[in-house]
């Protein structure tokens, strides 16, 4: 499911074999803030300033912290942070520790706007300065390109330096998953295994290993089902911290519907932004309630579209989830011991019948099990006219240039030779 979070939020769509992307919405409105600091900033330092000094002086801190980690220097990333707290100088020992197990090829650390934050100026005194800063990085054999995030660093002034006094003053008023990064809380222990990278609590590791294995199968039957290149690089979070990327769980209306793993979209550009660029790639998180007893079938779900999210954004939803469960049904039957067929009963007596549309945003959230199971099978149908390399040519289509619902009509009367209304007909006409 393409969920849209942050201001374009529409509704968490539900799931029958609990599956859900989210989308972190983002995009690249303002490179202005990228400029590094300067070490003459860095000297003209510490007194309040003008606010371009005191951003150049800040960027050249942040500068140092982000050589820090690259360079595993625990005391270099220490030496901004208030040594009158042990508490805060723990935390960042642990945040240090955490990112050194990622593999940055690049990260990079700059002020972006300022926030006030009055109690921390009560607090500190008239220097104190809450600002938004922003991530950017690319990790190594993972993203193709770098992608951001923000975290928000209050820093005063004391005997002429800056000081970082608080790194959670702001964080109501940053992105959804900002400051809520899979570093970002306990100790953690991250298990590569080539392009898979799994992250689980530092005391889990056999457990990330395991996933790992699992992973490594999942990607295999996405290769085998979805006919685009795809290099199966993939991030899965399997921590039993709730709000890493800061997810909710349950989602739909009514009782509502409990949620095994999403697929977080990132993007390069400001998170708090609405995306236009397409997405730079995704991570897979994990529902810490099951992640003890993960089946490999949701994660080929998942796999699916991180394989085909970086695509394009305009995918309509019936395709982009119908695709992730049919790969997912066909990675089941690809063992002859397994069958799908009481999810395929259950699709042509209960969820056809009613079928009226292509499913939506509003379909899916009013039921998820139905539109869940419609998508899968107009995918099916899909397959049985066109192929798997049809299939993918139309989701192509529609993920590039699907941007309006003329545009989608139309696509899918080139690519399938039907109208939408014609297309459910069809399917609810095919058995399978
Ligand atoms: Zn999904």
Redesign the pocket.
Known sequence: ?VMQRGRLFAGAAA?VLV???GVAVATRSDNSATAGGTAAAATAGAKAGSPQSRKAALDVILAQRATAVLKGDVKAFIASVDPQQPKLVAKQRVLFANLRQFQFSTLRYFVADERLAPNLVEKYGNTAFSTRVMMRYQLAGLDPGPVQTDLGYTFVVRAGRWILVADDAIDQTLSDDGHRQPWDFQPITVIRRGKIVVVVDKSEAALGKKIAGVSKTAISAVHRHWPRPWNGAVMVVAMPEPRVMSLLWTTGTGTGWTIAAK?VTLYDGEPLSVKAAAPVGSRIVINPAVRKSLDEDLLV??MT?VATVPIGVHAPVWL??GI?EYVRCRSIEDDPHWTVDPYRKTVRTKYLPSMKVLPGETQFDASGDRSYGQAWWVTEYLVSTKGEKGMAALYTDLALHGTSPAAIASIIKKQTGKTPPELVTAVKKFRG
């Open positions: 499911m799931l599956s859900a992307v697929a779900h998942e579209h982009v989830e992730a």
